[in-house]
């Protein structure tokens, strides 16, 4: 399989500019938010650096002309000519999103706005004063080299070249003998050395030049082309090259040819390049200047993560089939113990212990595998900013986006499904949430608005949250247009966050004109199915005048879960062990009636309502009469509420099985899992459960009730 | 394996079996396994031929009770019921039956159109009919199997 | 023998081109990240390069730090440095041969042009 090499070289490049893009987004943020290391703006420099000269590799032209005026500004900026002012690091962060545009036309020949990409570019042409040096790239080297001789119209045919090199030539590591090796190539040479000014041995400096060469070249080569062979040398020796008029060979000059010129210059004379022996001071010896330009990586960790240990490139396919084998591994695990239990095995037996280590070992592997695929969130915030900046462009408010818990880990599954909903509430909170810069002049508000975008971990699952300090929720509005679309009843009283949460029903905006962004309008009811696709929940709370927040809490993982093993009415479920606060014995008359149907229990002094999970699920219509046992659960907002299951089994980690792989979601059913016997288990949705008793009827089911009977 | 004359047209094959009198047959790519029937663990808020789910080899499999989906009586399930494990649509669901028969290869034109009787069932879900060695076989179209929100979601 | 090339530089996509110039031509290739890890490579290296290929900016440490501390070190003091860089502004170039530099090549580089000069400064 023939590969072409530099095809794959390019895969890289791209990929690197990937990378460096987003260092280059993150460590203008950073200096936006007040960062001024001088790191920094290195950083953010080296990043523009690098992908003009990959560009200049594969010939992408575009980017090359933008990357260089890029750079120049930002040079300017490095060297503390240009201020990294508000107004400039927007300039650069707008042109940070052309320079991406052009990266990804390079790789995918997609569009670019060429309006935006000339615009940015006079504005950062502008920055450097005007002239932003839009010139294409210098070739091979040209040090400033005097020229010597006057230039002649035509290459004569011989060149005399004279030659005495200084110390610092072979201070620098060049050797004379290969500059005339170089010479030689352009055409015949005569040698002459002219050790003349060599001294006695005994005063010989082993760094010090004391030959001198003369070189008569037959060649028609222009004076640049001789030049050219001293480029590098060009200060660190005295040079002249002059046409040779009219003389040919003849010359006094005993004639030598360069390589035996070579071999006793290399034996007899103790040219610097061979004696490095003497550890002599360098000539400009400066190694406290090296200290102080390796300043130690900036504390605050910026852009460039140094080297925290070695990583490797996994297939993702296989990090799955791993994660997959394990969650086998647990199940059997299980069923091994259940059958152990069954075949009345003590306890203390050998088995049975050897059966806890192996129920331990496996705990522990599970964690491990489940940390290979956990990542942070912040390769789903990265992108926030730059719509941020696009939606505030385009709705003519001024924002600023502002990002924590970056680092926060979760699994590659829930991340990977986070970037629509975050787009869209972020989307939200700009078009909808922040009043236009006159409405929060005129409320005594800064004219930016500040959209706040966070993730933590809090009781064994990530929250995020997007806030906005915008004029929070239009109540009354609100309500009007549920009335209207006949989602409640015009005389329904309902609770403040009850009317913020009506934004979730389908077909819900606000929005008298259908702020059409990305082409299609997209309700936040969307977004909520999405979240709980996931597993998680979202929730909203608005001060009127203040802002929004929406709080989103999905599982750490799709994969496991904690659960208690309960009963009812014959069924075996399985309810999140994050949820459940305690368990309770009630007596019967524990339970009292609230009003048509509805029961609660007094806990310690508070009232807390009581929810049958048989007739919740429709298993059985009337509570059981017997005594039952309690589970005090608590949602994600912290109401709480009594769920009388017939019996607790146990707890157990279980493997979370999805029911909407093969079917749907099932309202009050979160997933399944299977036990240690095989037979599949419900795991209860806590919120749905204890939600839908607060109003709704319970879910009714015939055919569940003679199936549980 | 029986063989109907065949003329011309793609021959394909198809597993026939039965529910109470009646005989029906899908088309056999769309089989992935036959299983010996386990209790199913009931779902809340389901239609009433939703038995409920399984465990096949660790993934969670549901049950759809076929006799019950046509418009039959429910099958009362025992151990000699046969669950074909079936792939519909991008999702593997169970179908409950009494017993496979056979496995017939036909080509297209042996399929009659269904003739028009008074049922639903016979409206939404069979394809054709098929005359076998002088027995009356249905061809079951297994797109529409499952409840009606699912495709909706799909 | 062939020669031994050390190349220094922070870009991965930069470091894979010299490595295909280079061992094209036939030569051995060394590489490191950024000048802190090319002193780490050279102390590694049991014998010491021929030619040392760097790039001015990176990380840690920069090419010109690079290039002072490889000449203040009297193992690697006559080694031939070449500077990789795009830029062509003459101050960087003086700065780079203060600090000790051999000579300079500018990128976009063509292979043909990275070996010659290779070869003007090492047999």
């Known amino acids: 399989m023939a590969v072409d090499p530099l095809a794959e070289i390019k895969v890289t490049f791209f990929q690197e500019c990937e990378e460096q893009l987003a260092e280059l987004e993150s460590g203008l943020l950073a200096m936006e938010g007040g960062d001024t290391d001088g790191e920094t703006i290195n950083a953010v420099f080296r990043a523009v650096h690098s992908i003009k000269g990959g560009a200049g590799a594969f010939g992408l032209e575009d980017l090359i002309r933008f990357a260089h005026v890029f750079e120049t500004a930002l040079d300017e900026m490095r060297s503390g000519r240009l201020a990294p002012d508000p107004e400039t690091l927007k300039v650069m962060l707008r042109a940070a999103d052309v320079l991406a545009d052009l990266v990804r036309a390079g790789r995918d020949g997609s569009a670019v706005d060429e309006a935006l990409a000339q615009s940015l570019g006079d504005a950062l042409r502008g920055l450097c004063g005007g002239d932003g040096d839009e010139g294409g790239e210098d070739d091979s080297g040209d040090f400033d080299f005097q020229p010597v001789a006057a230039t002649e119209p035509k290459a004569p045919g011989a060149w005399r070249i004279r030659f005495r090199p200084r110390g610092d030539l072979y201070a620098r590591g060049n050797e004379a003998g290969l500059l005339l090796r170089e010479l030689a190539r352009l055409g015949p040479c005569e040698v002459e050395l002219d050790v003349s000014e060599l001294p006695p041995l005994a005063d010989l400096d082993p760094e010090g030049a004391y030959l001198a060469w003369t070189v008569i070249l037959t060649a028609e080569v222009e004076q640049a082309a001789i030049a050219q062979v001293f480029e590098f040398v060009d200060g660190d020796c005295e040079l002249e090259i002059g046409p040779v008029d009219g003389e040919a060979a003849g010359e006094p000059e005993p004639a030598m040819d360069v390589s035996a010129l070579l071999a006793r210059i290399q034996s007899d004379s103790p040219a610097a390049a061979e004696a490095v022996c003497e550890p002599a001071a360098a000539p400009d010896a400066a190694p406290v200047e090296t200290a102080t330009r390796a300043e130690p990586p900036g504390s605050q960790g910026a852009a460039n993560s140094n080297a925290t240990g070695a990583t490797i490139r996994v297939d993702l396919d296989r990090v799955d089939r791993l994660i997959d084998l394990v969650g086998e591994l647990v199940i059997n695990q299980a069923m091994l113990s259940q059958r152990v239990m069954e075949a009345g095995l003590a306890r203390a037996s050998s088995v049975a212990m050897g059966l806890d280590e192996l129920e331990q070992l496996t705990r522990e592997i599970q964690d491990s595998v489940m940390a290979i695929r956990a990542q942070p969130v912040k390769s789903v915030f990265q992108r926030m900013p730059r719509l941020a900046r696009e939606v505030a462009a385009l709705t003519g408010k001024p924002v600023r986006l502002v990002t924590e818990g970056e680092t926060t880990e979760v699994d590659k599954t829930v991340i990977e499904r986070l970037a629509d909903p975050l787009t869209h509430m972020i989307r939200n909170a700009i078009d909808h949430g922040l009043e236009s810069p006159e409405a929060r002049a005129a409320a005594g508000k800064p004219a930016e608005g500040v959209v706040r975008l966070s993730a933590a971990h809090r009781s064994g699952r990530i929250v995020i949250e997007v806030s906005d300090d915008g004029g929070g929720i239009d109540r009354t509005r609100v309500r009007a247009i549920a009335i209207e679309r006949g989602v409640i009843a015009p005389d329904a009283v309902l609770s403040d966050e009850e009317t913020d949460n009506l934004i979730f029903m389908p077909g819900f905006s606000t929005a008298s004109t259908v702020s059409d962004i990305s082409g299609r309008g997209v309700g936040m009811d969307v977004v909520r199915r999405s979240i709980q696709t996931l597993g998680g929940r979202i929730s909203i709370s608005s001060r009127p005048g203040q802002g929004s927040t929406f709080t989103m809490s999905l599982p750490l993982t799709l994969a496991v879960l904690d659960g208690m093993v309960v009963t009812a009415e014959g069924q075996t479920l399985v309810a999140p062990l994050t949820a459940v606060v305690e368990t309770l014995q009630p007596r019967p008359d524990d339970i009292q009636g609230l009003g048509a149907g509805g029961r609660v229990m007094a806990i310690r002094g508070v009232y807390t309502p009581v929810i049958d999970v048989g007739v919740a699920l429709g298993y059985r219509d009337r509570p059981r009469e017997q005594a039952s046992v309690a589970l005090l659960v608590e949602g994600e907002d912290g109401t709480q509420a009594a769920l009388m299951v017939d019996q607790i089994l146990g707890q157990r980690q279980v493997v979370i099985k999805s029911l909407e792989a093969n079917y749907r979601q099932v309202p009050g059913v979160a997933a399944a899992t299977i036990l240690g016997d095989g037979r599949v288990a419900l795991i209860l949705d806590i919120d749905t459960i204890v939600a839908a008793s607060r109003g709704a009827e319970p879910v009714r089911s015939e055919r569940l009730q003679a199936a549980a009977g | ?154 | 023998m062939s020669m031994t090339i050390l190349t220094v530089d922070d870009s991965r996509t930069m470091r894979e081109m010299l490595r295909l110039a280079l061992t094209g031509a036939g030569f051995r290739v060394v590489q490191a990240e950024d000048g802190l890890h090319g002193l780490e490579v050279l102390a590694e290296e049991a014998r010491t390069p021929d030619v040392i290929v760097t790039d001015i900016n990176m990380p840690r440490l920069d090419g010109f730090g690079f290039i002072e501390e490889v000449r203040g070190d009297g193992r690697y003091r006559g080694v031939p440095i070449l500077v990789l860089t795009t830029e062509s502004d003459a101050e960087k170039k003086t700065r780079a041969r203060m600090a000790g530099a051999t000579g300079w090549i500018v990128k976009p580089f063509n292979p043909d042009q990275l070996v010659g000069a290779i070869r003007r400064v090492a047999a």
């Open chain 2, 1 to 154: 394996m029986t063989q109907p004359s065949a003329t011309e047209g793609r021959p394909r094959e198809l597993i026939s079996f039965r529910i109470g009198a009646q005989e029906f047959c899908v088309d056999i790519m769309a089989v992935r396994e036959i299983r010996g029937w386990t209790a199913a663990t009931a779902l809340p808020q389901s239609p009433a031929f939703v038995r409920g789910v399984i465990n096949l080899r660790g993934a969670v499999l549901p049950i759809v009770d076929l006799a019950a989906r046509l418009g039959f009586d429910a099958t009362e399930a025992t151990d000699r019921h046969v669950i074909i494990v079936a792939q519909i649509l991008g999702q593997t669901v169970g179908l409950l039956v009494d017993a496979v028969s056979d496995i017939l290869t036909i080509t297209d034109e042996v399929v009659q159109p269904t003739p028009d009787v008074a049922s639903d069932m016979a409206k939404t879900f069979v394809r054709g009919l098929l005359a076998v060695e002088g027995r009356m076989i249905s061809l079951v179209g297994l797109d529409h199997i499952l409840p009606q929100e699912l495709q909706d979601a799909a």
